[in-house]
């Protein structure tokens, strides 16, 4: 589905993605920690298609495509989910009219019927109620004045509603609380369905206390130097990144 090889990327010139390898199958769910600065939130920006971000080596396929010549339209045509497309906050336009138009866009290029504004309305106040935001976030301008756990639980309840089939998510520098964490665990759960597949950005070992990844991968210097299973996401909050060399004792 996702397949990175020996991707390097910079951005303002700066190397900062430095020969980074990443597989992701249907269904799996990867995490990816590492210590401040290794290049995790600059991962997502580049998969996503960020501007500013170049690649200077390797590459990186969606289904076979190369994901970098893949406008973010494509790549969201291609099921996945960006999350950060959607943060700005549009005065004046619903939550409801512009997921609706965003939800029915993409099942148009996936060639699905369009929903009507009642099976719209239905899917919507369910996926309303399971992110626990008041039913009235839906007539709300989007992202209007929400605050950060509510534009948190806004992006999974998006996420719900577009069906993508792999997601990307950066939790990093995010503070969410724990009821935030928890909404944005319960989301991915909800969703893994053995088909869907996604990658977890996270600085805290905490969150996946609630999504049990397959995979975990310890991102330093641009690249992926440890892989294992949930476990390792343990031993790097019991012992922190010390194994990574020096300057990184202490680091948790
Ligand atoms: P992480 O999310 O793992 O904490 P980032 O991907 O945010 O790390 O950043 C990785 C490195 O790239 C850091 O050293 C950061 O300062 C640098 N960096 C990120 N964005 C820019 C930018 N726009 N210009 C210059 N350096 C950047
Ligand atoms: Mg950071
Ligand atoms: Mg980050």
Do not use: W
Not at 86 to 111: C, D, L, T
Request: proline fraction near 3%; glycine fraction near 10%; include cysteine.
């Amino acid at each position: 589905m996702l397949s990175i090889k020996n991707l390097h990327a910079s951005v303002e010139e700066k190397d900062i993605i430095r020969g980074l390898n990443l597989e992701v199958k249907p269904g799996e769910v990867h995490a990816i920690m590492g210590p401040n600065g290794a290049g995790k939130s600059t991962l997502g920006y580049v998969l996503s298609g960020r501007e500013g971000y170049s690649v200077s080596e390797g590459d990186a396929t969606l289904n076979g495509k190369n994901l970098m010549e893949m406008e973010i339209e494509e790549r969201a045509r291609e099921g996945m989910f960006l999350a950060f497309q959607y943060p700005v906050e549009i005065p004046g336009v619903s939550n409801m009219e512009f997921m609706k138009e965003s939800v029915n866009a993409i099942r148009q290029q996936r060639g699905e019927e369009a929903l009507t504004a009642a099976e719209f309305l239905k899917k919507a106040k369910d996926a309303c109620k399971q992110v626990q935001l008041p039913l009235d976030f839906l007539k709300r301008g989007v992202n209007e004045g929400f605050s950060g756990g509510e534009k948190k639980r806004n992006e999974i309840m998006q996420m719900i509603l577009l069906e993508p089939s792999l997601c990307i998510l950066d939790e990093s520098d995010s503070g969410l609380d724990i009821d935030a964490l928890q909404v944005v665990a319960d989301g991915v759960n909800s969703q893994r369905d053995g088909k869907r597949s996604f990658v977890v950005i996270t600085h805290y070992q905490r969150l996946l206390d609630y999504i049990k990844p397959d995979f975990v991968h310890i991102l330093a210097e641009g690249k992926i130097v440890k892989s294992g299973d949930a476990s390792l996401a343990l031993e790097v909050e019991k012992s922190g990144y010390g194994f990574l060399g020096k300057k990184y004792e202490g680091e948790t």
